[in-house]
């Protein structure tokens, strides 16, 4: 059974900085590409970061990028997310997800989500 | 960069009735967009992926069409399960992005 498990998550206050991980188990992690997403409270989805199966190619949605790093350990099983410069606006559930084989980037398998919340 | 654009942005229905959903982007992106289901505290579900092929497990209920900028995500027979809210999301190209989405709730 596919699973993902995020964790990190938490208070912090504008201009800090936060790591986030997804565990994953359930699958040959290495072979799946991943990606972040995050929630507002009371928003829609908005797609945040993109890593390969093998780590080298990585995309980032504008509102993050030069923030946000988006990484992962292979032999671990886990997926990170570094989150520095923090802003109000960065206040969301964070869900990791995995890309669908066939179309990298659709994203067939979700985690709970970890909460994020950015304030003085 | 594309913008997906999900219209109407609420849906009132009952069970049993059909439910037309729509998704338009800003410029073409082939077929390669997705339809997905979130239940309130609950994480999004694959429905749909590539315009219309559906995910493992999603009932036959639910079904896409489109291709280019226009796109349906249809409900032929709305089961009490099915109130929630629907997103589409592009992978033509990066940065992906998801529309605002679809609340379908119950008349």
């Known amino acids: 059974e596919v699973q993902l498990v995020e964790s990190g998550g938490g208070l912090v206050q504008p201009g800090g900085s936060l790591r986030l991980s997804c565990a994953a188990s359930?699958?040959?992690?290495?072979?799946?590409?991943m990606h972040w997403v995050r929630q507002a409270p009371g928003k829609g989805l908005e797609w945040v970061s993109y890593?390969?199966?093998?780590?080298?190619?990585?995309y980032y949605a504008d509102s993050v990028k030069g923030r946000f790093t988006i990484s992962r350990d292979n032999d671990k099983n886990s997926l990170y997310l570094q989150m520095n410069s923090l802003r109000a606006e960065d206040t969301a559930v964070y869900y990791c997800?995995?890309?669908?084989?066939?179309?990298?980037?659709?994203?067939?398998?979700w985690g709970q989500g970890t909460l994020v919340t950015v304030s003085s | 960069e594309i913008v997906l654009t999900q219209s109407p942005a609420t849906l009132s229905l009952s069970p049993g009735e059909r439910a037309t959903l729509s998704c338009r982007a800003s410029?073409?992106?082939?077929?390669?967009l997705a339809w997905y289901q979130q239940k309130s505290g609950q994480a999004p579900r694959l429905l749909i992926y590539?315009?219309?092929n559906r995910a493992t497990g999603i009932p036959a209920r639910f079904s896409g069409s489109g291709s280019g900028t226009d796109f349906t995500l249809t409900i032929s027979s709305l089961e009490p399960e099915d109130f929630a809210v629907y997103y589409c999301?592009?992978?033509?190209?990066?940065?992906?992005?998801f529309g605002g989405g679809t609340k379908v709730e119950i008349k």
């Open positions: 997800a995995r890309g669908l084989k066939a179309a990298a980037g659709t994203l067939d398998y």
């Open positions: 359930g699958f040959t992690f290495s072979s799946y590409s």
């Open positions: 890593i390969s199966g093998p780590g080298g190619t990585r």
């Open positions: 410029q073409s992106i082939s077929s390669y």
């Open positions: 590539d315009a219309s």
């Open positions: 999301q592009q992978r033509s190209n990066w940065p992906s992005c």
